[in-house]
């Protein structure tokens, strides 16, 4: 659905007024888009949609902070994903198990490839490849990969270091690979 400008203005202007209507059509409007980025960052669906029922709660109080100026589904894109960062620093105890064990012999199976040993892998297969990393791997990899942060920013934003964040990206990044390796062998 696609409004116009004046129309979305009425409604943010109605949301900054607790109206409640004004509310659920912001959260209709973005609930289907936003669902999908938080799974990404999620263990399963039930915390997919825990961080996006935090989100969209975060996206009523801070409300009054929309200007305006840029996008306003960037800007509640923004806001679900520092709430998925958010849910992944307070269960970061939960999600720092030993994230080594996951990659197993990876001097092995990492070699370059032809690009059409690939040619039968989905947007699927890579959905399903990404969510099998650990939680620590898959924030790491998001944040760079699909929302453009900087490893200095990811590092900020998760408590880690730099080099860290560069050695999760690339440990993520041979995860993916080995999965979907196992994939097109099946």
Request: net charge positive.
């Amino acid at each position: 659905m696609k409004l116009e400008q004046a129309e979305l203005e009425e409604i943010v202007k109605g949301c900054k007024r607790q109206h409640r209507l004004s509310q659920q059509k912001v959260y209709e409007m973005y609930y289907g888009k936003m669902l999908p980025l938080c799974k990404r960052y999620a263990k399963n669906s039930d915390e997919a949609k825990d961080i996006l029922q935090n989100g969209f709660i975060k996206v009523f109080e801070k409300i009054d902070k929309y200007d305006f100026n840029g996008s306003f589904g960037g800007w509640v894109r923004r806001l679900i994903v520092n709430t998925a960062i958010d849910h992944y620093r307070k269960h970061k105890k939960e999600f720092l198990i030993d994230d080594d064990s996951r990659v197993e012999d990876t001097d092995k199976w990492y070699e370059e490839e032809s690009e059409s040993k690939y040619e039968g892998i989905s947007s699927e297969d890579i959905k399903y490849a990404i969510a099998k990393l650990s939680p620590a791997y898959k924030m790491v990899f998001n944040l760079y990969i699909l929302e453009g942060y900087t490893h200095q920013e990811i590092a900020g934003e998760l408590g880690i270091s730099v080099g860290t964040s560069k050695s999760n990206l690339a440990k993520a990044k041979l995860n993916v690979k080995k999965i979907l390796i196992k994939k097109l062998k099946k």
